[in-house]
């Protein structure tokens, strides 16, 4: 059992690490003037055209976690699922709270503006939903 938690958690910081390192390459460095599908963009609100209080976004965020981590303890989530959604979670967190916003860059046709935290999200979600229709359908 501690074995699998020390996992999540450094497959976590891993995922962080990742997402801060993109974010300080392609947004800091401004290496996306020379990559088409990289625009910066500050994200106040939860998706380009959806404003919303910042207290709400934390309430929801701190939330979120709080359910990651109960989901995770009672087995729900495997070590990739948790790792997913914490980091993305997480990061994006900590940008609203140091920053007021969250760093976007990655911009792909007329999708809207997002990072690697929002693609790891996604990603953690795609992946339970995936499980559980297919855990359905066995049914």
């Given amino acids: 059992m501690k074995k ?7 497959f976590t910081l891993l995922l962080i690490w990742i997402d801060q390192l993109t974010k300080y390459f392609f947004y800091n460095q401004e290496i996306w ?13 939860i998706s380009r055209w959806m404003s919303m209080p910042m207290v709400v976004i934390l309430c929801v965020s701190i939330v979120c976690i709080w359910l ?3 989901l995770f303890h009672k087995k729900y989530l495997t070590v990739l699922d948790f790792a997913l959604l914490m980091a993305g979670t997480m990061w994006n967190l900590i940008d609203r709270i140091y920053l007021g916003w969250v760093r976007d860059f990655l911009s792909f046709w007329s999708f ?28």
């Fill in 68 to 70: 990651f981590i109960y």
């Fill in 112 to 139: 809207p503006v997002f990072n690697v935290a929002d693609a790891f999200l996604t990603c953690g979600v795609a992946r339970i939903c995936i499980k559980e229709i297919f855990h359905l359908q066995n049914k």
């Fill in 4 to 10: 699998r938690r020390l996992i999540a958690v450094l």
């Fill in 33 to 45: 003037s020379q990559i088409f599908f990289l625009e910066p963009l500050l994200n106040d609100g």
